[in-house]
């Protein structure tokens, strides 16, 4: 079996880097071979039930511990000890080290201007429009549009129709809590059924529409209140993937303090730690409306360059390339 290096762009320093793809050989022969000539086998192994059951394997039980090798695990995903809220010794499995906590307020410092929107996670991202007549349009390869939002949403899909969308890629070593992009009032919040399938670039081009297919919870916030981002409406989906069977919704105003379920009527700061992926890898998606934000330069420049080796671009033969963004960094801002 051919792989293909896939590369992004490190933000911050501008870096090309070759994505270590855990499993990789794995996951291709199963987006591959198993899909194609054993159907009922890959249903089972990304359906929500198995998955949980990869993930209290791999994650919860002491055989998993020793295969994913304890404290060696935090060297192998190069992991920061330094920006941890917990001491080395909680993070003593790989549950607590996929889920652990960052002092954020120090780590990932966030612009102060409030029509800043911000990045929901430390990610891999892309942006894109659902306008087609606009450089960024990419029909229907990563999701559905009604899909994704749920075809019976006929509201949010009049309001987000030809709007722009950002994807946003957690791989195993990132930390894994979502934070709020802008500051807005929960107009409604809702869970989609769906598979888990895997966010490796391999299986997403693999499969048509991949994250529309998944479990998700859609969160939809009204910016345009007082002191909020003045951005309009904007969509959070978070959608699972292999080895995610829960999207745990625990909103903190301040750090990680009081954690509570999300419902219509709150208003939610930008910034504050929103859910909790747990574990593996997974995505989010932000949905804005229609000339409603301006992308940051430097990550639209990105997004087109040739030089880089990315799955995305060579599969769907246009230059795709993701950059590597730290959470509660700045990905837009409101359009003039």
Known sequence: MITYPHQYIERETSRVVDERLFADRIIQH???????NATFLFNAVTSERV?????????????????????KLI?????????????????????????????????????PSPETVVAPADAKMLLGSLAQNTPFFLKEKFFHFAELLGEDQTD?????????YAIFRLTPENYHY??????????????????????????????????????????????????????????MIEIA????????????????DHPQALQSGMVLDKGQP????RPGSSVDVLLFEKNKIEFAADIVRNLRRRD?????????????????????????ARKK
């Open 51 to 71: 998955t949980q059951m990869l993930g209290f394997f791999n994650y919860d039980l002491p055989v998993g511990a020793k295969l994913t090798g304890g404290h």
């Open 241 to 256: 993937a292999l080895m995610i069977g829960d999207i745990v919704q625990c909103y903190s105003s301040t750090a990680y």
């Open 75 to 111: 060297q192998s995903l190069g992991i920061d000890l330094s920006e941890c809220l917990d001491p080395l010794e909680k993070l003593n499995t790989p549950r607590n080290i996929f889920e652990r906590r960052i002092k954020y307020w120090e780590t990932r410092p966030m612009p």
């Open 308 to 332: 880089i080796s990315s799955r995305f671009s060579r599969n769907f033969q246009i230059p795709l390339v993701e950059t590597a963004v730290k959470v509660r960094s700045p990905i837009a």
């Open 274 to 277: 929103k859910s909790l992926y």
């Open 178 to 235: 979502n934070h709020v992009p802008v500051t807005g009032r929960v107009v409604d919040i809702y869970q989609i059924p769906g598979g888990c399938h895997s966010c490796n670039p391999g299986a997403v081009v693999s499969l048509v529409t991949p994250f529309s297919k998944n479990k998700r919870v859609v969160t939809i916030l009204d910016t345009n209140i007082a002191q909020g981002s003045q951005v309009g409406f904007v969509a």
């Open 156 to 164: 949010w899909l009049q309001t987000f129709a030809d709007g722009d």
């Open 30 to 36: 199963l987006y591959s071979a198993v899909r194609e």
